[in-house]
């Protein structure tokens, strides 16, 4: 265990990387260090400064000794799915339930099945990729559609350390369809960090989504890095859910590397306390007709603090590019906060592209003409809240999950959070 | 049913409300009328328990409850309807919706089973006759895109649903043509009963040829300066409300 000042954190954690570890990974944490508010891309998000007060044990959290039980209480109500387990951060084959048609393997930190760009050289995904134990490589065959969604149960909990670090590789064939969804489950509510990172290719053809649920610790921390590379006519649909949490960084990126593609960014955060999340998505366009469509809405109460920056590429050859983009935010507090920007990098000369962001307030009047008709006034405000956030879930797929997260929204919307 | 003493009402820190007395009896229709600006909406508002409006002096009991205390929803379970004179659209809020939850908090509140699906729906359908209502119009969000018609009679129809047993209709015929008036003043007239009352807040003597009052008041710089009958109605149409002024003024100074 090592006791950490101000001054060696980049130490602490680059002495978390594996043996054999990627090198290349440290060296851009060596250059680099851990970004700070001077870091553009982290201007609003103080993370490392956040680890550093929260975190004392800079070693990778033990395993549990989990049961087939516990994996039973974390299942997502009615929804039927195959099931792959990470332990505090490791791929556990005994305690995964898989399916048939589609490969699941064990990867050490010396052997990485591919690595997809990433255009900020973020420290935490070379951290993510320098440190994990043991990750998971999941190929889907050529014209294989998986007939259940694959649910990626998180279990965790600090150890003897607090560095939580699943990473997670997704290869989907020609004419796939899939959809994972991934879940975090804190078996209680002591801090860590929760560092990982998913990266997906999609051959030409598929239809892959990708969903996440964040509602599990008011004291976690989390960095969470996907990244994709989609290929010709293929769809990906990203989604995030955030209710809870300390400091939590999600960030996206999804190139379109070929015509035909479409790639969709869904994300919906209802923050109360003192809860901070940062959503930063990339989508870059580099060939003609493709479509992109990203909608975040939050809902902020009491001193939380909401940070969303989007990013649209679109490269001098993707003409006929379509690209929307919005962000739309309600205030519950005078102390919450939201920074959105939206950031369109357009080089092509025949394209569609569109954003907008706004923030807002409960609007009081409607809320009295609910009031007026009997509806009190804690049920008038969660039926206004989810009018408003409500149309984010109805992109979701999955009825069981969809179900699932319509609950968790309505129920977080009900209390005065 | 209802008895206003001496009200005084004030938006941000201005006097709107003077000092109105009222009584209102079950089986009653009250019209409250009077020149723009007099404070009709502002009685209206004060009664159905807007937060911009601060009482300052004055009472009001209904059914021998002290409704100045009670939350905008608990007036609204009591009893008590304010018909909006501009109703607010709701993105994302079915009116069926909407209604089903309002219905059930209020039978709660009454100590009410609530109504299950079914019960429910065949409760609307029997209202949606009263004011010649859609239901493709219910199925969308609440009065969003409603033309001004629609939006009103879509306040009876919530009036109908609520069976309140004080009904306050604030400007509820403005901007509507005569078909619209006649539609609404029909839901109107079908739910009165000896059991309930109603106060019709208007600008125009038109709506009175339609819904009938007991008795007329004129409202007139935050007092009511004269009341009577429907006669009394006949003749601010015909005189317009230029002598009522003058004759407050008069007495005032």
């Known amino acids: 265990m090592t006791t950490i000042t101000k001054d060696n954190i980049t130490d602490s954690l680059l002495a978390t990387v594996h043996p054999n570890g990627n090198s290349e990974a440290a060296q851009v944490i060596r250059e680099n260090g851990f970004p700070t508010t001077k870091h553009e891309e982290y201007k609003f998000t103080n993370i490392t400064k956040r680890i550093e007060s929260k975190i004392q044990s800079f070693q990778q959290a033990k395993p549990l000794g989990l049961t087939q039980q516990d994996v039973s209480k974390a299942m997502i109500k009615d929804l039927d799915a195959d099931v792959v387990v990470f332990n505090n951060g490791q791929f556990s084959a005994e305690l995964s339930s898989l399916g048939e048609g589609y490969a699941v393997t064990n990867v050490t930190n010396s052997e990485a099945p591919f690595s997809i760009k990433d255009l900020y050289d973020d420290s935490y995904l070379a951290l993510n990729k320098a440190s994990f134990e043991k990750g998971v490589f999941i190929q889907v065959p050529k014209n294989k559609v998986l007939d259940k969604p694959v649910l990626l149960l998180n279990l965790v909990k600090a150890n003897d350390g607090q560095l939580i670090t699943p990473k997670l590789w997704i290869d989907c064939a020609e004419n796939t369809e899939a959809v994972f969804i991934e879940q975090t489950v804190s078996q209680d509510e002591q801090a860590y960090l929760l560092n990982g990172s998913v990266e997906i290719k999609t051959a030409s053809n598929s239809h892959i989504h990708y969903y996440r649920v964040q509602n599990q610790n008011n004291e976690a921390l989390e960095v969470n890095n996907l990244l994709t590379d989609i290929h010709r006519d293929s769809t990906f649909t990203s989604f995030v859910l955030s209710l809870e949490g300390d400091m939590i960084r999600n960030n996206v990126t999804l190139n379109l590397l070929d015509s035909g593609c479409e790639g969709n960014m869904y994300g919906l955060y209802l923050l109360g306390g003192k809860t901070h999340v940062d959503n930063h998505t990339n989508v870059d366009h580099t060939k003609p007709h493709s479509e992109s469509n990203e909608l975040y809405k939050g809902v902020l109460a009491d001193t939380s603090r909401g940070v969303f920056n989007g990013k649209i590429f679109v490269r001098e050859d993707a003409q006929k590019t379509n690209a929307f983009q919005q962000n739309n935010n309600i205030l519950l507090s005078d102390e919450a906060t939201i920074n959105t920007k939206p950031q369109l990098e357009i080089w092509a000369d025949d394209v569609k592209c569109s954003h907008g962001c706004t923030t807002g307030q409960l609007d009081e009047e409607a809320l009295f003409y609910l009031q007026a008709r009997g509806i009190d006034k804690k049920q008038g405000k969660a039926l206004l809240l989810y009018a408003f956030a409500g149309d984010v879930l109805e992109h979701l797929k999955i009825e069981a999950f969809k179900e699932y997260c319509i609950d968790l929204v309505q129920k977080k919307l009900g209390t005065n959070f | ?36 600006g007099s404070g009709k909406s502002t009685l209206a508002s004060v009664l159905a328990g807007r937060e911009e409006y601060e009482v300052t002096e004055g009472e009001v009991s209904f059914k021998s409850k002290d409704l100045l205390d009670l939350s905008p929803e608990d007036r609204a379970r009591e009893g008590v309807f304010l018909a909006f004179q501009y109703p607010v659209e ?35 359908k029997e209202k949606m006759k009263l004011v010649e209502i859609d239901q493709k119009l219910l199925s969308r969000s609440l009065n969003e895109g409603f033309s001004g018609g629609e939006k009103k009679r879509n306040e009876i129809f919530q009036m109908a649903m609520l069976e309140p047993t004080l009904s306050i209709l604030d400007e ?20 009165k009963s000896d059991n309930n009352a109603t106060i019709v807040v208007t600008h125009y003597q038109r709506l009175l040829d339609y819904i009938v009052p007991d008795f007329v008041h004129v409202l007139y710089n935050g007092k009511i300066v004269k009341s009577g009958t429907k006669e009394l109605a006949m003749e601010l149409e015909e005189k317009g409300y230029d002598w009522i002024k003058e004759e407050a003024d008069k007495a005032t100074v």
């Open chain 2, 172 to 191: 509820t015929d403005s901007g509507l043509d005569i078909d619209a008036l006649r539609i609404v003043s029909n839901g109107v007239n079908q739910l």
């Open chain 2, 90 to 124: 709701i993105p994302g809020v079915s009116s069926t919706n909407f209604l089903r939850t309002a219905v059930n908090q209020v039978r709660e509140y009454r100590g009410l089973e609530p109504l299950d699906a079914v019960k429910f729906l065949s409760l609307m």
């Open chain 2, 1 to 36: 049913m209802l008895s206003i003493k001496n009200l005084h009402a004030s938006v941000e820190g201005t006097p709107i409300l003077k000092g109105i007395n009222l009584e209102v009896k079950a089986g009653e229709v009250h019209a409250i009328m009077g020149p723009n």
